[in-house]
Nanobody, 124 residues
Framework: QVQLVESGGGLVQAGGSLRLSCAVS????????MGWFRQVVGKEREFVAA????????YYGDSVKGRFTISRDNAKNTVYLQMNNLKPEDTAAYYC?????????????????WGQGTQVTVSS
């Protein structure tokens, strides 16, 4: 059974930082992209970032470029999202996802696997 379990969300002031983690299990993700999406209630889901498991090639949404960094640790089967210089508009539920694609293609896909989400709230 594939599981993606997020952690690390919380409340932070504008300008602060948070690191989200996504522990993955249940299958080998060779050939997959791992990524993060976010969603605010009542709005469409937004692509945040993705990383291709094998090559570590990354791809970012325009709204987070230069502030967020995605990485992965193969030994721990964990994907991270380092979020710096957070803004109130970054407030959302963040979801870890996996999809059999490149990192860039994942941004336009409906991922095959999802985590349960973790809330990030940025106060002004």
């Amino acid at each position: 059974q594939v599981q993606l379990v997020e952690s690390g969300g919380g409340l932070v002031q504008a300008g602060g930082s948070l690191r989200l983690s996504c522990a993955v299990s249940g299958r080998t993700f060779t050939g997959y992209a791992m990524g993060w999406f976010r969603q605010v209630v009542g709005k469409e889901r937004e692509f945040v970032a993705a990383i291709y498991w094998l090559s570590r090639t990354t791809y970012y949404g325009d709204s987070v470029k230069g502030r967020f960094t995605i990485s992965r640790d193969n030994a721990k089967n964990t994907v991270y999202l380092q979020m710096n210089n957070l803004k109130p508009e970054d407030t959302a539920a963040y979801y870890c996802a996996a999809h059999p694609s490149t990192a860039q293609s994942m941004s336009r896909s409906r991922p095959a696997y999802w985590g349960q989400g973790t809330q990030v709230t940025v106060s002004s």
